[in-house]
């Protein structure tokens, strides 16, 4: 059976209801090689999955470029940069545009992990150069990618911002701004607003991997959406996700619990103590103890976001 496709809000844009997500197969996580990464999405756009997730941090264009040109299809894309300005947000669309060798961005985001919804006004000037570009076709369509309910709620109110990508799982682990209950709220009225909706970390960076069915039941029973981003890293986790999110439950568990979870670890003998990962981190699981960073693993999400802010490079992603 074929994956389950629809039209992503007010976008016009048909997606999967299963969504690539690049930032575990990249250089903050797994850092696969190009010609490892490139084989893993191709197989993915093969599989059947037309819509793929990534950001200007995830350093993920080369190989999502070299699987469109091995694979000859060309999903829809979505991409996001934490840019405060015009000018630097013009520069993010640019290298995006080169980066991935196309001439239009389906989707880009106000990358936005973990700001509330004085986002809007404190990068208005980025914001306006992803409508800038909007209006010359550049870009078809301009959302906010966040973990904060508050600015999930403010987006549904925003005619300009088409897209919301929140953060949503059922332990409600990185959810910033209020409770699972209330991001479910949010979520609702964005997308009764008729923005197209797609959620992140609904298996919470893998925690949840051991309860993979219950996870997406919970999410599908809770709010409306149109698709959700997992991060795949390798062709059988990829074939798993396909076989379930088609209907056709595969037997046994993902194949990611057979490799064992990732974990995100301080190396403290490289730690300096600088406290700049800290500031970093989007769901405040770093602190200091002793003088040196320690990651509390309930609280740790494994984005890797953390990774190359050290620059020590006392952190990774094992
Ligand atoms: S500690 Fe690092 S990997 Fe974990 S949530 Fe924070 S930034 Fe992400
Ligand atoms: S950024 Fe690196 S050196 Fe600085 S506190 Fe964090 S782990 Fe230690």
Do not use: W
């Amino acid at each position: 059976m074929p994956l389950k496709r629809t039209i992503l809000g007010p976008t016009g844009l048909e997606v999967t209801e299963l969504c690539f997500g690049a930032l575990p197969m990249g250089p903050l996580q797994k850092n696969l090689p190009l010609a490892e990464g490139t084989t893993l999405i191709a197989h993915a756009l093969r599989a059947g999955i037309g819509f793929v997730d990534t950001a200007q941090a995830y350093r993920t264009y080369a190989p999502i470029r070299e699987a469109i040109r091995a694979s000859g299809i060309r999903p829809v894309i979505a991409t996001k940069s934490a840019a405060r300005t015009y000018e630097e947000m013009e520069a993010a669309v640019e290298e995006a545009l080169r980066e991935l060798a196309v001439d239009r961005i389906d989707i880009f985001h106000l990358h936005a992990a973990r700001v509330g919804p004085e986002v809007f006004n404190e990068r208005a000037g980025a914001l306006r150069c992803l409508l800038d570009y909007r209006a010359r076709g550049v870009i078809g369509a301009v959302g906010i990618s966040t973990h904060d309910v508050r600015t999930v709620m403010a987006a549904a109110e925003r005619p300009e911002i088409e897209v919301v990508f929140p953060l949503y799982n059922r332990e409600g682990r990185g959810i910033l701004g209020g409770t699972v209950a209330e991001m479910a709220c949010a979520i609702r009225r964005s997308y009764e607003a008729g923005k197209g909706v797609y959620l992140m970390k609904v298996l919470a960076g893998g925690i949840l991997l051991d309860s993979f069915a219950e996870s997406i039941a919970f999410v599908r029973d809770t709010v409306p959406f149109h698709a959700i981003a997992l991060g795949m890293v390798a062709p059988g986790e990829v074939d798993y996700n396909v076989a379930f999110f088609a209907g056709e439950p595969p037997a046994g568990p993902p194949p990611s619990i057979a490799g064992g979870g990732k974990r995100v670890l301080v190396t403290a003998s490289l730690c300096q103590g600088c406290g700049t990962c800290i500031a970093g981190c989007p769901n405040a699981a770093i602190s200091m103890v002793e003088g040196k960073a320690s990651i509390d693993p309930h609280l740790c999400l494994r984005c890797g976001y953390c990774v190359p802010l050290c620059p020590q490079f006392a952190i990774r992603v094992v």
